[in-house]
Each structure stands twice: as structure tokens, then as C-alpha cells.
């Protein structure tokens, strides 16, 4: 596994932490979602369970040839030194199915009887729990009293993309690294690589609405987002007094099938709207700020209440049309 583009300084920052030769017990990488602090996670992992085996002629930096036993381990999910705590699928004969809401405090129990014994292949053992976010209260408690009496040899590579959520005390015992969003550039590259037959107009659609997240952007990828832009800037520009566009909007997606593109367009909504707020001033930006608040409250009642899809598309075309230069309304 290749290290993810962007976040170079905090990759550096690990690195030479791990060049110290004295690690922190416990890590906190920090940052918006989807931009590549799990990824990162599994690989740090891998690499200091490779040196702490002493595994011969490793390359530089985190590289860990795919035919080196830690490598091969785990690759099989059978690593006796290495734990990842995640969401579990609801029903465990459904893996691809839906996922359980948090982490259970039952996930975290089960390291206890990793944590009496010691290391098996080394002197070092890894824990990834991707998201730490996740953790129910049971298990953030469980996890603290790890955290405040580490087992030895064991590092707790955390992340989190709401760290001002965590409990203080996991906060305070951790080492922060902070991952940032990725630039447009950087952005493009991945998406491209990604989706090697996306066009252009796809590919900036799909950057605009990662918001510096590549997790994200590809989470939209098959949805035709450029095309829900282009219906937004529509109705933004011409206020759409006669709501062909916004009927035309709401049919499309209160299908059955287009379900996922609906959900797309009530995270995408708000976000066009606080975009083109951003190029406003006095009055055209307080109606925009305006639009914006109502956007997302409608969005975030729409999945609460399990609103009538069409009825809000209609609704959030219409907050969109608010930004249009004559519109007051």
C-alpha cells in the first residue's frame, strides 16, 4: 500500500518519530474525513510492526515489500501484534451490508486478552481504531484506562475527524497530528487516477464537492454531480420564477433508483450555497448566509424526519433560488 498524496509534513512528522526511536503510546491523527488518515494509519502500522520484528533490507520510509512476512500477515487479517477497531456490519452474514453506528464497548474488551500476554514477534504491538469518533461511551471509557496505563509495547494509532468531540481525557494522553484537505491539484490527481474515464467536467465537479477530501469526492463518483451543479447554477443565476427547473429537479430525484443521487444533492446543496457565498458582499451575502442556514437545516430534517424526497428537492431548489441577483424572496 502506497502512502496517500497530501499531508506530506504530518507523514514527515510520524517519521521522524519513529526515526527517534522513542515513540508516543498513543497518536491522534486529526483531520477532515477522507483524506487519508486511515490509509495512513494501516500503513504506520505495518511498517513499525516490520522493524520491531526486525525484518531485513527494509526501504526507506514507510514501503514494506508486499512478500515480507508482516506484509503477508497481514494481508491475511492473521498479524498476532496488530488489532484495527472499526464500525461491524449490523448482520455479520451481510459484510456489505449496512454498518452498526459506533464501535462497541465489546470490540474494545476483546484487546484485553492481547494486552495480558506479550508481544509475539517483536517488542511492539499496534492498535488502529479508525474512527476513534465512533467509539460508543462504554467503550471511549474502556479505551481511556488502556490509554492512561498502556500495556507495554503497544501503540494506539487513533483517528478522528471531530477530535473537539473526544472525551479531554483521550486527548490529553494522546500526540496530535493534524491532516489537512488536500489542494485542487492534488485532488484532481487522485480522482483521475481513480476514475480514469471520468471527463474533465466530472472531474472538477467531483474536486468542488470533495471540499479537499478525496474519500469524499469519490464517494459522489457515478452520481452525476456535475450535472446537479449545473441545475443549482441554473436556478442560482435565473431565480427560476416559473419552477420548471426545480420540478424538473425534484422528479429526477424522488425515482426509486436515484436515491443515492438525492442524498448527494442534500449534502451538495449547502455547500454550493456557502460557496457562492464566499464570493459575496453586504446584502447579496447576508441572504446568502441566510439561504445557507435553511439548506442545511432542511437537510439535516430531511434525513432526520425522512421527509418526501421530491417535496424537499422542490423546497431546496427553492432556497437555491434565493441567490438568484433579482430574488428576494
Same mark, same amino acid.
Given at each position: 500500500m502506497?502512502?496517500?498524496? #497530501?499531508?506530506e509534513?504530518?507523514?514527515?512528522?510520524f517519521?521522524?518519530?519513529?526515526?527517534?526511536?522513542? @515513540?508516543h503510546?498513543?497518536?491522534?491523527?486529526? #483531520?477532515p474525513e477522507?483524506?487519508?488518515?486511515g490509509?495512513?494509519?494501516?500503513?504506520?502500522?505495518?511498517?513499525?510492526?516490520?522493524?520491531?520484528?526486525?525484518?531485513?533490507?527494509?526501504?526507506?520510509g514507510?514501503?514494506?515489500? =508486499?512478500?515480507?512476512?508482516t506484509?503477508? +500477515?497481514?494481508?491475511?487479517?492473521?498479524?498476532?501484534?496488530?488489532?484495527?477497531?472499526?464500525?461491524?456490519?449490523?448482520d455479520?452474514?451481510?459484510p456489505?451490508?449496512?454498518?452498526?453506528?459506533?464501535i462497541k464497548? =465489546?470490540?474494545v474488551r476483546a484487546l484485553?486478552?492481547?494486552?495480558?500476554?506479550?508481544?509475539?514477534?517483536?517488542?511492539?504491538r499496534?492498535?488502529?481504531?479508525?474512527?476513534?469518533? %465512533? +467509539?460508543?461511551?462504554?467503550?471511549?471509557?474502556?479505551?481511556?484506562?488502556? @490509554? =492512561? =496505563?498502556p500495556?507495554?509495547?503497544?501503540?494506539?494509532l487513533?483517528?478522528?475527524?471531530?477530535?473537539?468531540?473526544?472525551?479531554?481525557?483521550?486527548?490529553?494522553?494522546?500526540?496530535?497530528?493534524?491532516?489537512?484537505?488536500?489542494?485542487?491539484?492534488?485532488?484532481? $490527481?487522485?480522482v483521475?487516477?481513480a476514475l480514469?474515464?471520468?471527463?474533465?467536467d466530472?472531474?472538477?465537479a467531483?474536486v468542488?464537492?470533495?471540499?479537499?477530501?478525496?474519500g469524499?469526492?469519490?464517494g459522489?463518483?457515478?452520481l452525476?454531480?456535475?450535472?446537479? %451543479?449545473?441545475?443549482?447554477a441554473?436556478?442560482?443565476?435565473?431565480?427560476?420564477?416559473?419552477?420548471a427547473?426545480r420540478?424538473?429537479?425534484?422528479?429526477?430525484?424522488?425515482?426509486?433508483?436515484?436515491?443515492?443521487?438525492?442524498?448527494?444533492f442534500?449534502d451538495?446543496?449547502?455547500?454550493?450555497?456557502?460557496?457562492?457565498?464566499r464570493?459575496?458582499?453586504?446584502?447579496?451575502?447576508?441572504?446568502?448566509? %441566510?439561504?445557507?442556514?435553511?439548506?442545511?437545516?432542511?437537510?439535516s430534517a430531511?434525513?432526520?424526519?425522512?421527509?418526501? $424526497?421530491?417535496?424537499?428537492?422542490?423546497e431546496?431548489?427553492?432556497?437555491?433560488a434565493?441567490?438568484?441577483? %433579482?430574488n428576494?424572496?
Amino acid at each position: 500500500m502506497s502512502l496517500p498524496r #497530501g499531508n506530506e509534513t504530518a507523514h514527515a512528522a510520524f517519521a521522524t518519530a519513529m526515526a527517534g526511536g522513542s @515513540l508516543h503510546h498513543a497518536w491522534l491523527f486529526a #483531520g477532515p474525513e477522507g483524506v487519508g488518515k486511515g490509509s495512513f494509519a494501516r500503513i504506520a502500522a505495518a511498517r513499525l510492526l516490520a522493524e520491531a520484528a526486525g525484518e531485513d533490507d527494509l526501504p526507506p520510509g514507510f514501503d514494506l515489500p =508486499e512478500e515480507s512476512r508482516t506484509a503477508r +500477515l497481514l494481508a491475511a487479517g492473521s498479524h498476532p501484534d496488530y488489532r484495527e477497531l472499526v464500525r461491524l456490519p449490523k448482520d455479520p452474514d451481510k459484510p456489505d451490508q449496512d454498518l452498526a453506528r459506533g464501535i462497541k464497548i =465489546e470490540q474494545v474488551r476483546a484487546l484485553q486478552p492481547m494486552f495480558a500476554t506479550q508481544p509475539s514477534m517483536g517488542p511492539r504491538r499496534v492498535v488502529v481504531i479508525d474512527a476513534v469518533d %465512533d +467509539l460508543e461511551r462504554g467503550g471511549a471509557n474502556a479505551l481511556l484506562k488502556n @490509554l =492512561e =496505563e498502556p500495556p507495554a509495547g503497544t501503540i494506539f494509532l487513533l483517528t478522528s475527524h471531530a477530535p473537539g468531540r473526544l472525551l479531554p481525557t483521550i486527548r490529553s494522553r494522546c500526540r496530535l497530528l493534524r491532516f489537512e484537505g488536500l489542494v485542487d491539484d492534488a485532488m484532481a $490527481a487522485i480522482v483521475r487516477d481513480a476514475l480514469p474515464e471520468a471527463s474533465l467536467d466530472e472531474i472538477s465537479a467531483l474536486v468542488r464537492a470533495g471540499q479537499g477530501s478525496p474519500g469524499r469526492a469519490l464517494g459522489f463518483a457515478g452520481l452525476d454531480i456535475a450535472a446537479l %451543479d449545473r441545475a443549482m447554477a441554473t436556478i442560482s443565476a435565473q431565480g427560476d420564477r416559473d419552477n420548471a427547473e426545480r420540478v424538473k429537479l425534484s422528479r429526477a430525484l424522488a425515482l426509486k433508483a436515484a436515491q443515492p443521487r438525492y442524498e448527494a444533492f442534500l449534502d451538495r446543496a449547502p455547500a454550493f450555497i456557502a460557496a457562492t457565498a464566499r464570493t459575496r458582499q453586504g446584502e447579496a451575502l447576508r441572504r446568502a448566509l %441566510d439561504a445557507h442556514d435553511a439548506a442545511r437545516d432542511l437537510a439535516s430534517a430531511a434525513r432526520g424526519l425522512s421527509l418526501d $424526497a421530491q417535496g424537499t428537492v422542490f423546497e431546496m431548489a427553492g432556497i437555491v433560488a434565493r441567490l438568484a441577483p %433579482d430574488n428576494r424572496g
